[in-house]
T-cell receptor, first 107, second 115 residues
Framework: RKEVEQDPGPFNVPEGATVAFNCTYS??????FFWYRQDCRKEPKLLMS???SGNEDGRFTAQLNRASQYISLLIRDSKLSDSATYLC????????FGDGTTLTVKP | DTEVTQTPKHLVMGMTNKKSLKCEQH?????MYWYKQKAKKPPELMFV???????INESVPSRFSPECPNSSLLNLHLHALQPEDSALYLC??????????????FGPGTRLTVL
């Protein structure tokens, strides 16, 4: 079993849709959690940190469920510019990346 | 300003060449990282430097040799690479000691092709 597993995707959604990604992790002692966005042939960019209390940044909401060992990312009112690969990152001593979920938002 | 710079942007080298990748950050971050990323795969950690000392080496072949001349600079020296080493090499930095709890900020990467 991989340490960090993500929905394989790809997700193809119309503009304005709501889409959710999940990411599960195996190490219950993991300390910090992040979502990164990576555009084609570019570097990963931090989208948001993830906390148990949940956090929201505009159309994006991230949530951590320690009991079930998963993190989630919800994108509301999808835009064409949201098309990218979304990587979850779980940290325990070092960072472990999920394989990424590809999102394509279509007109 | 969360900026990490990397040079060169692209590099093509033969298997007998010696080259170096460079990374620089001026955010006062204490940890710096090298990652390797193949197409359609996530970044794979190679090395971590914490306070200018090598703290993690993920069993990387010796043909990759990292160096941290000072707290702002990180180099990756390349020698006798193989074609399968062709990839995007990403540098990152984080504010803390590199124990994996901090947010990492990535540079734009060097796209390496080994012929």
């Amino acid at each position: 079993r991989k340490e960090v597993e993500q929905d394989p995707g790809p997700f193809n959604v119309p503009e304005g849709a709501t889409v959710a990604f999940n990411c599960t992790y195996s190490n219950s002692a993991s300390q910090s959690f992040f979502w990164y966005r990576q555009d084609c042939r570019k570097e990963p960019k931090l989208l948001m940190s993830v906390y148990s209390s949940g956090n929201e940044d505009g159309r994006f909401t991230a949530q951590l469920n320690r009991a079930s060992q998963y993190i989630s990312l919800l994108i509301r009112d999808s835009k064409l510019s949201d098309s990218a690969t979304y990587l979850c990152v779980v940290n325990k001593g070092k960072s472990t990346f999920g394989d990424g979920t590809t999102l394509t938002v279509k007109p | 300003d969360t900026e990490v710079t990397q040079t060169p942007k692209h590099l093509v080298m033969g298997m007998t060449n010696k080259k170096s990748l460079k990374c620089e950050q001026h955010m006062g971050h204490r940890a710096m990282y090298w990652y390797k990323q193949k197409a359609k795969k996530p970044p794979e950690l190679m090395f971590v430097y914490s306070y200018e000392k090598l703290s993690i080496n993920e069993s990387v072949p010796s043909r990759f040799s990292p160096e941290c001349p000072n707290s702002s600079l990180l180099n990756l020296h390349l020698h006798a690479l193989q074609p399968e080493d062709s990839a995007l090499y990403l540098c990152a930095s984080s504010q803390g000691a590199g124990i994996g709890t901090d947010t990492q900020y990535f540079g734009p990467g060097t796209r390496l092709t080994v012929l």
